[in-house]
């Protein structure tokens, strides 16, 4: 199986900043990933696909980036509503496992 | 405008059996595949498994495998998550979630979460 491991597991900024998240798998899943992005007391919401495609409505301040094993999600200009926890996804083959989250609170 | 309305909160006891369900509309629901994800309190999101309306072909991660059955009926839409014996650390928002498209699971529809409570 394989696994996700994202980091850092909570990452402190200010609104206005930029920020970058890593998820790295166990094995090379080409572009097969998605970003969600979790507020408490709500589902996850999907960000991107296929490592880098934005999902319609999804502000143009955030993207990703990688392939193979290690990718980015980026955060550009942060703004109050960003403040959530995020995870990445892999899907290239079943089981279909998550990473455990990267918390972005508000420094 | 596609939906997907899970089940109510449950309160259950060490033991006890459950089956949760998730109503799928405004699309296909044959068509896609439905995933159950697992999100202990406080915790992160863990994939359980998948079905397949259109066939019932059910997979599930080496860590559910044999813990829940996942079953659906496509005559009413409806997917399920079912436990024949609960413990307490069954204790989770447990979510549905549709396939984006045939050949890439992950997941553009989400149920609002059923929240099981296994406490004696």
């Known amino acids: 199986d394989i696994q996700m491991t994202q980091s850092p597991s909570t990452l402190s900024a200010s609104a206005g900043d930029t920020v970058t998240i890593t998820c790295r798998a166990s094995?090379?899943?080409?572009?097969?990933l998605a970003w969600y992005q979790q507020k408490p007391g709500k589902a996850p919401k999907l960000l991107i696909s296929?490592?880098?495609t934005l999902e319609s409505g999804v502000p143009s301040r955030f993207s990703g980036s990688g392939s193979g094993t290690d990718f980015t999600l980026t955060i550009s200009s942060l703004q109050p509503d960003d403040f959530a926890t995020y995870y990445c996804q892999h899907y290239e083959s079943s089981p279909y496992t998550f990473g455990q989250g990267t918390k972005l609170e508000m420094k | 405008e596609v939906q997907l309305v899970q089940s109510g909160a449950e309160m259950k006891k060490p033991g006890e059996s459950l089956k949760i369900s998730c109503k799928g509309s405004g699309y296909s629901f044959t068509n896609y595949w439905i995933a159950w994800v697992r999100q202990m309190p406080g915790k992160g999101l863990e994939w359980m498994g998948i079905i397949y309306p259109g066939d019932s072909d059910a997979r599930y991660s080496p860590s559910f495998q044999g813990q829940v059955t996942i079953s659906a009926d496509k005559s009413i839409s409806t997917a399920y998550l079912q436990w024949s014996s609960l413990k307490a650390s069954d204790t989770a928002i447990y979510y549905c979630a549709k396939q984006y498209s045939g050949h890439d699971n992950y997941y553009d529809y989400w149920g609002q979460g059923t929240l099981v409570t296994v406490s004696s």
């Open positions: 094995q090379s899943i080409s572009s097969w």
């Open positions: 296929k490592a880098s």
